[in-house]
């Protein structure tokens, strides 16, 4: 069967071939360090493509000798382009030191989306609290007063240590599983293209801002807060993580990009990954301090404060500057535009070992 081109500007599908020939000679000779993410991104294409030549070849009459470059072709890219990553297991400690910062900074856009949903729902959430029918409407029969129980607990003297010495270890265990879980469905709800997850961000944020009028209304706004920020600086970065690599699969899902939607999203679900890990470790501290710390008595507001700044400085000096270096952020440019691009490319460094 003759190829016949159809669009004087469209490649001829020898030309197509020829290319994908090139590119592959330059995998397998100098490796894929040698090739930009837009010259993966257009040997997956042309992958895609010998691969639908060569399924319409093998059920119809066509000429051997290209049947059998094309099968040739399709092998070759397929084994550059799906094969397993060759590379040292990460350690935790690389883990932290440079995958999970470094994919934070690629995909902060994500992260604020969640913060700026979250503080949303405060904003509504703030001034709803001022109404007990309002609130029970918003949350459900109870709500209102469930905020000012809540309240109660921090302008009573003798029950301000809510949390005795003998139930820490317990308690402590059981908000990190629960918080882990959350994190968790916080990704998965994702798949909903990620409607499911910005509404958990939301109420997340609504009930935030109606505590913060129960507290005020009650007088105890300063002994809650102090009770909060020393863990919530941390346990709130956790969560925003969380919405943040479940919006990343939501977007891939409605957004592709170049790429079949299943192969976006694998993309998106490695970088998600990474993030809800690093998440859930992030946990790990905030519920021991949230355990031991934040509602001990004895322990002055103020030092509780001072802690809360120090640990979110700390935190986010961290997730923006560890396992930078000139190098690396030269070889590093800004997430473009077409966002499948930028999650192929930091697969690429990943798969190489290169610096994020």
């Not at 999970?100 to 949303?120: D, G, S």
């Not at 005795?164 to 798949?191: D, F, H, K, Q, W």
């Not at 192969?263 to 890990?277: I, P």
């Amino acid at each position: 069967m003759t190829e016949v081109a159809t669009n004087q500007a469209t490649p001829q599908p020898a030309d197509q071939w020829d290319r994908l020939e090139e590119l592959l000679r330059r995998a397998e000779g100098h490796g894929l360090r040698s090739m930009t993410g837009e010259e993966l991104l257009e040997m997956g294409d042309l992958y895609r493509r010998a691969a639908s030549r060569l399924s319409f070849a093998k059920s119809r009459p066509f000429d051997a000798g290209q049947r059998d470059r094309l099968n040739r072709l399709v092998a070759r890219a397929y084994g550059q382009l799906y094969r397993t990553a060759y590379r040292p297991v990460t350690s935790l400690r690389s883990f932290l030191r440079e995958d999970f910062p470094a994919t934070f900074r690629a995909n902060w856009r994500f992260f604020a989306v969640a913060v700026l949903v979250t503080i949303l729902g405060a904003a509504i959430g703030a001034p709803v609290g001022r109404s007990e029918e309002a609130t029970d409407a918003l949350l459900g029969p109870g709500a209102a007063q469930e905020m000012h129980q809540l309240a109660e607990r921090h302008s009573q003297p003798g029950v301000r240590n809510w949390l005795p010495s003998e139930e820490r270890p317990m308690a402590s265990t059981l908000i990190i599983t629960n918080n882990i879980r959350v994190a968790a469905m916080a990704l998965a709800l994702g798949i909903t293209g990620g409607v499911g997850t910005l509404l958990i961000l939301w109420e997340n944020g609504v009930l935030l801002g109606l505590i913060g009028t129960a507290v005020r209304t009650a007088g105890v706004g300063v002994d809650f807060w102090a009770f909060v920020v020393p863990h919530g600086v941390i346990e709130l970065t956790a969560v925003f993580l969380a919405g943040a690599s479940g919006l990343m699969i939501g977007y891939a899902l409605i957004f592709p990009g170049a790429l079949f939607r299943r192969e976006a999203l694998k993309l998106a679900g490695r970088q998600a990954a990474k993030l809800l890990m690093g998440a859930a470790l992030l946990l790990l501290p905030a519920g021991l301090t949230e355990a031991f710390f934040s509602p001990v008595p004895q322990v002055p507001h103020a030092l509780k404060f001072i802690f809360a700044a120090l640990a979110g400085t700390a935190l986010y000096a961290y997730l923006l500057t560890a396992g930078r270096s000139p190098e690396a952020e030269a070889s590093s440019p800004p997430l473009p535009a077409e966002p499948i691009a930028g999650w192929l490319e930091t697969e690429r460094r990943a798969r190489l070992g290169e610096p994020a």
